[in-house]
């Protein structure tokens, strides 16, 4: 059967077995290269069987694929990887309007993230975006506005910084825009600092200040990386996520880099720089 038969097979399979919610899925884990199924339920179900049972007929549907990264003994089970599935990447092309041939999907570069010694970096990326989208829905005076992942920062600023995501959160009518970095202690401390260098290159091109917020993994790495930055070149606020409680990232557990205490929550951090514009990523 020809790639353009196989491609009508699938898309006319799969038409009346997709739901809204479905295509959705596709279009996340696609934007996002490996979503959990942690990270799914959040985005999209309220509970863990009906995220499971939903997720395992999409990939029986081969719209989307799943593994499960090595995991030392006696560490316990590790939740499903997702990616998409080369079905679900003719659907999207159809989306899309484009031909699947341009669409960009190579099944093998897909499952490469498997292997990939950043998987645990987007991992922990992913899960920031997701808590804050969790936060979002329980809450109605919260929400996330905008959610940009690396590959779309980069897209937009080029090699002028590399944020991890870029961000607009608002709560009780507080809205911050901020640059998010998701550290993991692999990197040395002087190398973190140094970025940001390229935050303070961003803004003298743009004339736009925006937030830098660090997320690190222990209070004691938070700690020596604050003591490392100094001077600030742009505002700065740091988080530990061993400091997360019931709101996670949205929670009461920032602290700007010129400030001693007490933490804040996320949206408090535009009351603390009142003076902050938006970024270039209004649109």
């Given at each position: 059967?020809?790639?353009?038969?196989?491609?009508?097979?699938?898309?006319?399979?799969?038409?009346?077995?997709?739901?809204?919610?479905?295509?959705?899925?596709?279009?996340?884990?696609?934007?996002?290269?490996?979503?959990?199924?942690?990270?799914?339920?959040?985005?999209?179900?309220?509970?863990?069987?009906?995220?499971?049972?939903?997720?395992?007929?999409?990939?029986?549907?081969?719209?989307?694929?799943?593994?499960?990264?090595?995991?030392?003994?006696?560490?316990?089970?590790?939740?499903?990887?997702?990616?998409?599935?080369?079905?679900?990447?003719?659907?999207?092309?159809?989306?899309?309007?484009?031909?699947?041939?341009?669409?960009?999907?190579?099944?093998?570069?897909?499952?490469?993230?498997?292997?990939?010694?950043?998987?645990?970096?987007?991992?922990?990326?992913?899960?920031?975006?997701?808590?804050?989208?969790?936060?979002?829905?329980?809450?109605?005076?919260?929400?996330?506005?905008?959610?940009?992942?690396?590959?779309?920062?980069t897209a937009m600023w080029g090699e002028a910084a590399r944020p991890d995501g870029?961000?607009?959160?608002?709560?009780?009518?507080?809205?911050?825009?901020?640059?998010?970095?998701?550290?993991?202690?692999?990197?040395?401390?002087?190398?973190?600092?140094?970025?940001?260098?390229?935050?303070?290159?961003?803004?003298?091109?743009?004339?736009?200040?925006?937030?830098?917020?660090?997320?690190?993994?222990?209070?004691?790495?938070?700690?020596?990386?604050?003591?490392?930055?100094?001077?600030?070149?742009?505002?700065?606020?740091?988080?530990?996520?061993?400091?997360?409680?019931?709101?996670?990232?949205?929670?009461?557990?920032?602290?700007?880099?010129?400030?001693?205490?007490?933490?804040?929550?996320?949206?408090?951090?535009?009351?603390?720089?009142?003076?902050?514009?938006?970024?270039?990523?209004?649109?």
């Amino acid at each position: 059967m020809t790639q353009a038969r196989f491609t009508a097979a699938v898309l006319a399979s799969l038409a009346v077995r997709l739901t809204p919610r479905d295509r959705r899925i596709l279009r996340a884990v696609w934007t996002h290269r490996v979503l959990t199924s942690r990270h799914l339920e959040r985005l999209y179900f309220d509970s863990d069987a009906a995220t499971r049972k939903r997720l395992l007929i999409l990939a029986h549907m081969g719209v989307l694929e799943r593994f499960r990264p090595h995991q030392p003994i006696g560490s316990g089970a590790i939740h499903y990887h997702y990616v998409l599935g080369a079905a679900g990447a003719a659907v999207l092309a159809s989306e899309d309007g484009v031909d699947y041939a341009n669409f960009g999907y190579r099944r093998d570069r897909v499952l490469a993230i498997a292997h990939n010694q950043r998987l645990g970096h987007h991992v922990g990326v992913n899960t920031f975006y997701t808590d804050l989208a969790w936060h979002d829905r329980r809450h109605d005076n919260a929400r996330l506005l905008k959610w940009w992942p690396e590959h779309r920062c980069t897209a937009m600023w080029g090699e002028a910084a590399r944020p991890d995501g870029y961000g607009r959160w608002t709560e009780d009518g507080h809205t911050l825009d901020f640059f998010f970095e998701y550290d993991t202690g692999t990197e040395t401390l002087d190398k973190v600092a140094a970025k940001l260098h390229d935050y303070a290159r961003l803004s003298l091109s743009t004339t736009i200040v925006t937030p830098v917020l660090f997320y690190v993994h222990s209070d004691r790495r938070e700690a020596n990386l604050r003591a490392r930055f100094q001077t600030a070149l742009a505002p700065v606020a740091t988080a530990s996520r061993s400091a997360v409680l019931d709101d996670g990232p949205a929670g009461r557990i920032w602290l700007p880099l010129e400030s001693t205490g007490p933490r804040l929550r996320l949206a408090q951090l535009a009351q603390h720089w009142p003076r902050l514009g938006r970024s270039e990523a209004n649109t």
